[in-house]
């Protein structure tokens, strides 16, 4: 057939419609006629308007026998869309014409019920799921979504999206709740009365494990054990259910001879505090739990348990210290009691590292200013102006000097020089051994002194521990002697008593961690040092500062625990009377004295909680590089040619340290006998 002739049989078909009355049964018969003239002939019958897609293109034939309403030639009309690739989708007074591929993205009707529109309208759906989970369901549905079509899984709200033709969606919608039921998977609690849920738990997981062995495509059972209540919680099908249920009935039965022997290895606490513990807590129990079952009534008096019998109701409770051990026997309800104390106890404690910085400036600045007159007449008169006593020191050591030979060079060599070192500048003066003899020794002096000492001990330990840190010298004190005179002129047995006294810096720190990041520290520090003015070895006189305290502190932070500024000025002036009140000739006869002295002392604290290991590697390894690059500056400024001691780069030192040794199964007791595995040692820090 030409072209030709479908077009005017296309014509002949839209004439003879359109003669029809409106709403008139229409029986559509098609051959190879272009869709655009279907289009076309479903306007006119239903009134509807359509926007066609230029895509849409290509020939149709529909073979109808009978007459069909309005309803009937568009729901026809839809199926010949669907079959030729296209879908009808609603766009308000419109409905669009387009391929399928964009139907998902175009916009189609979304319906809680897509049971009232046309089987090949594209609909949105959203089905929730109650009872599965919708993402395993994406999967099994996939298969039956065209691949326009979209199917997808929001796990958060356990929901499914279908887009997809009304049809087929009604009938996803059938599969979706026979698959979203209830299934005999679920969860049941045993609540153990004299088993160990977590020892239950353990014999219940071996024997999954050797039914997995046998055959690995069979549901894995989840058991788990709450210590808290002592029960025992399986989730799984009701036939595994049912089967570990009777197990679990047959490990719950009472103990015949009235208790059980368990060996629990600690991995923090000290087995020797702790068995004391709980073997009073296991009495107290047994004891609160006596008055329960009498109504009330005060039990009889049991004896205390001691070192080398049984405890109350047979409750024991030895520490091996060798091993670090707990040996409890104990009956089942208060072996849970006594295990799970010792879970909340036996917990790793973190450390706090201190730092304490002791800074010490001092300065002392002094002026001495004066003239010493000095007339001798043994016959006549004699007068002297010794206006300072250092003065009469200086002149007692320069006499002594000279009186040893009036003749030697030396001794009034070593006379002039003590003057000196006393701070006489200028001496002279005429000597008459038969007349009056004058003297003049001016005396200047000028001091400027300063000490700056900076100490910062570090001290690491664990939480409400106490720790003391001292380095310092034993220095002898003399405290008393003793000489017993004989008849003759010699002493006969003298001795004397010598006391050691630690001098140098001691730091004690107990830290107490509070909640959050705050540490309460009690602190016990004590700075002490020697006199540069001690006469003797034994008769030194000490500079001691101690400081006690208790604070408060953010982990971190630095703050001031102690303080002391001194600030001294001494001002003397010693003059002969009148003559030194003269103007300008008045300086002649006066001695003035000045001197200054300042210090200021400041005790600061910083303490660091370590919790984790990467904390404490960060801080010892900061530590280590301080003290090795001071090794390397000490080597530059002294610049020997010998091979001085260095410590190892830190990365260096920690590749040097040889890994732990394996654990093997003979080194960890059988839990069966022990109660409770031996920990393994912890794996070594790793290296930055």
Do not use: M, Y
């Given at each position: 057939m030409t072209p030709l002739k479908i077009a005017m049989r296309a014509v002949l078909l839209c004439l003879a419609l359109a003669s029809l009355p409106a709403r008139a049964d229409v029986t559509l018969n098609l051959k190879d006629a272009e869709i655009s003239t279907l289009i076309a002939t479903v306007s006119e019958v239903t009134g509807k308007n359509f926007i066609v897609d230029s895509r849409v293109k290509g020939k149709v034939t529909v073979i109808s026998s009978s007459p069909m309403s309005a309803d009937g030639l568009y729901e026809t009309f839809l199926a010949v869309l669907a079959v030729n690739g296209f879908a009808a989708v609603p766009a308000g007074d419109t409905i669009k014409i387009?391929?399928?591929?964009?139907?998902r993205w175009e916009g189609s009707s979304y319906g809680g019920d897509a049971g009232g529109l046309a089987k090949d309208e594209i609909v949105t759906k959203v089905f929730p799921v109650q009872n599965v989970s919708a993402t395993q369901l994406v999967p099994i549905l996939r298969p039956m979504i065209p691949q326009w079509g979209h199917l997808g899984a929001y796990q958060p709200s356990n929901i499914l999206i279908i887009s997809?033709?009304?049809?087929?969606?009604?009938?996803?919608?059938?599969?979706?709740r026979q698959m979203d039921q209830v299934g005999d998977r679920d969860i049941e609690s045993f609540k153990l009365e004299n088993a160990s849920a977590a020892e239950v738990v353990r014999i219940l997981t071996a024997l999954t494990q050797q039914d997995k062995q046998a055959d690995p495509s069979m549901r894995q059972t989840a058991i788990i054990a709450d210590e808290r209540s002592n029960s025992v919680l399986i989730g799984g099908d009701r036939t595994e259910r049912g089967k570990y249920r009777d197990i679990i009935r047959q490990l719950d039965q009472p103990v015949t001879d009235g208790g059980a022997t368990q060996v629990v290895y600690l991995r923090y606490a000290t087995a020797e505090n702790l068995a004391p513990i709980l073997e009073g807590y296991a009495q107290e129990v047994a004891k609160s739990d006596s008055k329960s079952s009498a109504g009330g009534a005060a039990p009889a008096a049991a004896p205390a348990a001691s070192s080398g019998g049984g405890g109350r109701d047979g409750i024991r409770?030895?520490?091996?210290?060798?091993?670090?051990?707990?040996?409890?026997?104990?009956?089942?309800?208060?072996m849970r009691q006594i295990r799970d104390v010792i879970a909340q106890l036996d917990i790793q404690r973190s450390q706090v590292l201190v730092e304490a910085i002791i800074a010490e400036v001092s300065a002392t600045t002094s002026n001495q200013l004066g003239v010493d007159w000095a007339v001798f007449n043994k016959e006549r008169i004699a007068a002297a102006g010794i206006l300072n006593p250092s003065t009469s020191q200086a002149l007692s050591n320069a006499a002594s000097a000279l009186g040893n030979s009036s003749s030697s060079s030396g001794n009034t060599a070593t006379a002039a020089l003590s003057l000196l070192g006393l701070g006489a500048t200028a001496a002279g003066g005429i000597i008459n051994d038969n007349g009056t003899s004058f003297g003049l020794l001016l005396k200047a002096l000028k001091g400027d002194g300063s000490s700056n000492i900076l100490s910062t001990p570090t001290l690491l330990t664990m939480d409400n521990e106490e720790a003391?840190?001292?380095?310092?010298?034993?220095?002898?004190?003399?405290?008393?002697?003793?000489?017993?005179t004989g008849s003759g002129s010699s002493t006969?047995?003298?001795?004397?008593?010598?006391?050691?006294?630690d001098v140098g810096l001691t730091l004690g720190v107990t830290p107490q961690i509070n909640e959050g990041n705050v540490v309460k520290l009690k602190i016990d520090l004590e700075s002490s040092s020697l006199t540069a003015s001690a006469d003797s070895t034994l008769q030194q006189t000490t500079n001691k500062r101690t400081l006690t305290n208790t604070v408060v502190v953010e982990t971190g932070q630095v703050l001031v625990i102690g303080g002391l500024t001194d600030d001294k000025l001494n001002d003397s002036k010693n003059q002969v009377p009148f003559l030194g009140d003269l103007p300008l000739l008045g300086n002649l006869f006066r001695a003035r004295a000045v001197k200054k002295d300042k210090s200021n002392l400041m005790v600061f604290i910083r303490p660091t909680i370590l919790r984790k290991q990467s904390e404490a590697d960060y801080y010892t390894r900061k530590k280590y590089d301080a003290v090795r690059q001071a090794q390397i500056d000490s080597a530059k400024v002294t610049q020997s040619t010998g091979r001085q001691p260095m410590l190892k780069p830190y990365d260096v030192l920690m590749s040097d340290a040889p890994p732990p040794p394996p654990v093997t199964e003979q080194q960890v007791p059988p839990p069966?006998?022990?109660?409770?595995?031996?920990?393994q040692p912890p794996a070594p820090p790793a290296t930055n």
């Open positions: 387009i391929p399928e591929t964009n139907a997809d033709r009304a049809a087929n969606v009604r009938r996803l919608e059938q599969l979706i409770v030895l520490s091996d210290k060798d091993t670090n051990a707990l040996i409890i026997t104990a009956p089942p309800k208060a003391k840190f001292s380095v310092g010298q034993e220095v002898p004190f003399l405290t008393g002697s003793f000489s017993n006969v047995n003298p001795f004397q008593t010598i006391e050691r006294k069966s006998v022990a109660g409770q595995a031996r920990p």
